[in-house]
T-cell receptor, first 114, second 116 residues
Framework: QQQVKQSPQSLIVQKGGISIINCAYE??????FPWYQQFPGKGPALLIA?????SEKKEGRFTISFNKSAKQFSLHIMDSQPGDSATYFC?????????????FGRGTQLTVWP | DTEVTQTPKHLVMGMTNKKSLKCEQH?????MYWYKQKAKKPPELMFV???????INESVPSRFSPECPNSSLLNLHLHALQPEDSALYLC???????????????FGAGSRLTVL
């Protein structure tokens, strides 16, 4: 059973547009929600993360929106650039649960056309 | 130094070979991880070491054998692998599993394994 559901599977956006990736979860014990960015041939890198006590977190062009009641969170990339073309994974963890486990979404392959 | 270094970058091996993947970090992290990633899929957790002790083994077949010689090094010994084991093997580290903050993982670039 997939703990974190991510959509869409792939996304094509024009340069300057807004990219939006959505994730949903069921386990109310989750208390940490990171987003990882992975370029071809590289390992995933932490992009931005949020805790459930805030509804939004912004870092530069990247924003996480969090809806605790709906158990959903999303990544918004403003002014998308070709260099943002990568695979994005949302994830969730419960700091009180089995140690060291992050539950990843299936990933979204983002392509930004110049 | 904020890197996790993995060697080799690429490895091709036959089903009867014995090989090892190596991972090194010098960030003072006390938790280290092995993940397996197939193309267009998320990373799948294999093993977790915390303070050089194996904390999690996600029911990984015994043909994969992890080893943590010290707090900076993590090895994955491979023996009698199958073609379906071909994948990108990622090492990661985090500061401490028991810290009150987030479990922030730093990943290496991975070792791409091909089993013939």
């Amino acid at each position: 059973q997939q703990q974190v559901k991510q959509s869409p599977q792939s996304l094509i956006v024009q340069k300057g547009g807004i990219s939006i990736i959505n994730c949903a979860y069921e386990n109310t014990a989750f208390d940490y929600f990171p987003w990882y960015q992975q370029f071809p041939g590289k390992g995933p890198a932490l992009l931005i993360a949020i805790r459930p006590d805030v509804s939004e977190k912004k870092e530069g062009r990247f924003t996480i929106s969090f809806n605790k009641s709906a158990k959903q969170f999303s990544l918004h990339i403003m002014d998308s650039q070709p260099g943002d073309s990568a695979t994005y994974f949302c994830a969730a963890s419960d700091r009180g649960s089995t140690l060291g486990r992050l539950y990843f979404g299936r990933g979204t392959q983002l392509t930004v056309w110049p | 130094d904020t890197e996790v270094t993995q060697t080799p970058k690429h490895l091709v091996m036959g089903m009867t070979n014995k090989k090892s993947l190596k991972c090194e970090q010098h960030m003072g992290h006390r938790a280290m991880y092995w993940y397996k990633q197939k193309a267009k899929k998320p990373p799948e957790l294999m093993f977790v070491y915390s303070y050089e002790k194996l904390s999690i083994n996600e029911s990984v077949p015994s043909r994969f054998s992890p080893e943590c010689p010290n707090s900076s090094l993590l090895n994955l010994h491979l023996h009698a692998l199958q073609p379906e084991d071909s994948a990108l093997y990622l090492c990661a580290s985090s500061q401490d599993l028991r810290q009150s903050g987030a479990n922030v993982l730093t990943f290496g670039a991975g070792s791409r394994l091909t089993v013939l």
